[in-house]
């Protein structure tokens, strides 16, 4: 999060995120670190809208994945973000995050669009997460065609350096070039794109409501996506 006056300015609105954003920022100024160091990850809820992934059983997974890996962070931070203020699995992820008592300065969650968190909600973030169809195509409507969209044909041409396609529960690094509006006005270096697991029939690879397989690739995938975010802070 960085201490600009834009942002001064936004952390005065009501809302809950961004007051803990607020208190984000004191902290940081409070303990000497300035804020424009602290490596944050932004990422979407992975499977729980276009491929139909049951909202209770991913937040139990978003939850325990944070919490094993929010201690390995050292001075970064995940925010969990959603379009909405009535988004289900942002309230239903921070009721048990709070229960688990997750450390709030390291994990919470946020409201915008994740294409625009620095220029509309003044939220600093240098890395965000994609939830990806498996051929890292651009389109396919929801955070993918966002993300593709936002960041110009840059991201396309970066991903096929990287890898042509993604197996469920993986995710692949890849760095922005400094040429993309999403760096030079978001001030993202890294999108991590992420496959997750698949329950919407008219999708390819439907798991057909096994959530055994569901919840575990669904846990791969997290693990994927905190283990790359992890690569790039060191
Ligand atoms: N900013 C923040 N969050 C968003 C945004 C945005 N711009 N857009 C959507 N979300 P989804 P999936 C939230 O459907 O279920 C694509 O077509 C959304 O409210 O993007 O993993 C791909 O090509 C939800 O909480 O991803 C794949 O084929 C979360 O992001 C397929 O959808 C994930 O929603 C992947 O489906």
């Known amino acids: 999060c960085k201490g600009t006056t ?13 007051k803990e954003s607020e208190n ?3 902290g940081s100024v409070d303990a000497d ?19 139909q992934f049951n909202n209770e059983k991913a937040s139990d997974i978003i939850v325990e994945k944070v919490e094993e890996f929010v ?24 009721a048990k995050a709070a229960k688990r008592n997750i450390d709030s300065k390291k994990f919470f969650t946020f409201v915008g669009d994740i294409t625009q968190l620095y220029s509309q909600g003044g939220l600093r973030c240098n ?6 169809n498996w051929r890292l ?4 409507g929801g955070v993918n065609a966002a993300i593709f969209t936002a960041a110009g044909p840059a991201l396309e ?4 350096e990287r890898a042509n396609s993604l197996l469920p529960g993986h995710a692949v690094v890849v760095p922005l070039p400094s040429d993309s509006p999403l760096y030079t006005r978001e001030g993202v270096s890294h999108v991590i794109h992420v496959l997750g697991p698949n329950m919407n029939p008219q999708r390819p690879n439907s798991l ?20 790359g975010f992890l690569s790039i802070l060191r």
Do not use: Q, W
């Open 208 to 227: 057909n409501n096994d959530y055994n397989k569901g919840c575990s690739i669904l846990r791969e995938a997290y693990t994927s996506l905190f283990t």
């Open 71 to 94: 201690n390995m962070l050292e001075n970064a931070r995940l925010v969990l973000v959603d379009l909405s203020h009535g988004s289900k699995i942002l309230s239903l992820v921070r």
């Open 6 to 18: 834009k942002e001064s300015l936004l952390l005065g609105a009501a809302s809950k995120e961004v």
């Open 157 to 160: 041409t970066a991903t096929k």
């Open 24 to 26: 984000l920022a004191k």
């Open 33 to 51: 670190v300035s804020v424009d160091e602290i490596t944050t990850l932004a990422f979407p809820s992975i499977s729980t809208a276009d491929f």
């Open 137 to 140: 195509k651009p389109g396919g």
């Open 127 to 132: 890395v965000i997460a994609n939830a990806a």
